[in-house]
C-alpha cells in the first residue's frame, strides 16, 4: 500500500510496518516482542517521541481487519504507463513507452518515499520518477503520432504538448495538461544542484500554491499529480 508494508531485511526477520502522517515508522508492539532480543534492542534504539499517530492503513489492515484501496507509488505509476500507452497504441499504432524500468532498489525508494526531513530526498526521488514516465518515452514514437516535419530539438515533454494540440487542444490547455511533467522536471533539475533549490515553482506547476509542509507530503504530491497528469494525457487523446 501507499504507506503501509512489510520491513524485509536480508539478515533480520521480516515485520509489518506503516508510516504515519508525520512521517515516522509505526510498528505494533506484540509484533517487535516476537522479535529476538538483538532485533529489539535494534528497533528500540530507533523509538522517539509519539507524534502524528498510528498509520492509518496499518491499523485499518491489521486491527480492524479492513484494508484499505491504497494503491502503492509502483502500481499507480505502472497502471498510469500502461493505459497511456494503450490509448496511444490505438490511436497511432505505436508504443509510447519503451520496457525500462527503475532496478529493483530504485522501486524500493519510490515506493518508500521520504524518511527523513530533507527535501533533498524528494529530489532524488523525482529524478528516478523522471526516468522512469519521461525518459522512458519514445521520442520517435512522440514525432510518428505528429507526422510530418517535426522540430528535432522537441523532447518528450514539448512533443507530447504538440500531439495534446493535434487533437484539438490549445495551446494553454496543453501546456496546462502537460505542467506536472514540467514541474517534475524541475525537481529532477533540481537534485543536481548545490544548495536548497526553488522548489515554489515546481510544485505550482503540480497544483498547489505553496510547497507541502513536509517532504512525504510533497512525495505525495508529486506522485499523484504526474499520475492524474498521464491519465488526463490519455482521455485527452481518447475524446
Known amino acids: 500500500m501507499r504507506n503501509w508494508g512489510i520491513a524485509s531485511p536480508p ?5 509489518d510496518i506503516g508510516i504515519n502522517s508525520q512521517g515516522l515508522v509505526n510498528a505494533f508492539a ?43 507509488v509502483n502500481e499507480l505509476i505502472q497502471n498510469a504507463r500502461s493505459q497511456l500507452n494503450t490509448v496511444f497504441q490505438q490511436k497511432f499504432s505505436v508504443d509510447i513507452f519503451t520496457d525500462g524500468e527503475p532496478s529493483d532498489q530504485d522501486q524500493s525508494k519510490l515506493s518508500i518515499g521520504p524518511i527523513n526531513s530533507q ?88 497544483g498547489t500554491s505553496a510547497i507541502p509542509q513536509t517532504p512525504r507530503e510533497s512525495w505525495n504530491l508529486c506522485v499523484d499529480s504526474v499520475t492524474v497528469c498521464l491519465n488526463s494525457i490519455a482521455s485527452a487523446l481518447q475524446a
Not at 46 to 64: A, D, M
Not at 168 to 177: E, K, N, S, W
Open 11 to 15: 539478515t533480520r526477520e521480516s515485520i
Open 30 to 72: 506484540p509484533d517487535l516482542a516476537d522479535l529476538n532480543v538483538a532485533e529489539q534492542a535494534y528497533w528500540a534504539s530507533f523509538s522517539s517521541l509519539p507524534s502524528g499517530g498510528v498509520c492509518e492503513e496499518l491499523f485499518e489492515t491489521r486491527i480492524q481487519n479492513n484494508p484499505p484501496d491504497s494503491p502503492g
Open 119 to 206: 527535501y533533498s530526498e524528494v529530489l532524488e526521488l523525482a529524478k528516478i520518477l523522471y526516468g522512469w514516465v519521461i525518459e522512458t518515452m519514445s521520442i520517435v514514437s512522440l514525432r510518428s503520432a505528429l507526422g510530418g516535419t517535426v522540430d528535432k530539438n522537441l523532447r518528450q515533454i514539448k512533443l507530447l504538448e504538440k500531439v495534446l494540440m493535434a487533437k484539438g487542444l490549445d495551446i494553454d490547455q496543453a501546456r496546462l495538461t502537460t505542467a506536472p511533467l514540467v514541474g517534475l522536471n524541475e525537481l529532477r533539475i533540481g537534485s543536481a544542484h548545490i544548495g536548497n533549490p526553488a522548489l515554489e515553482s515546481a510544485f505550482q506547476m503540480m
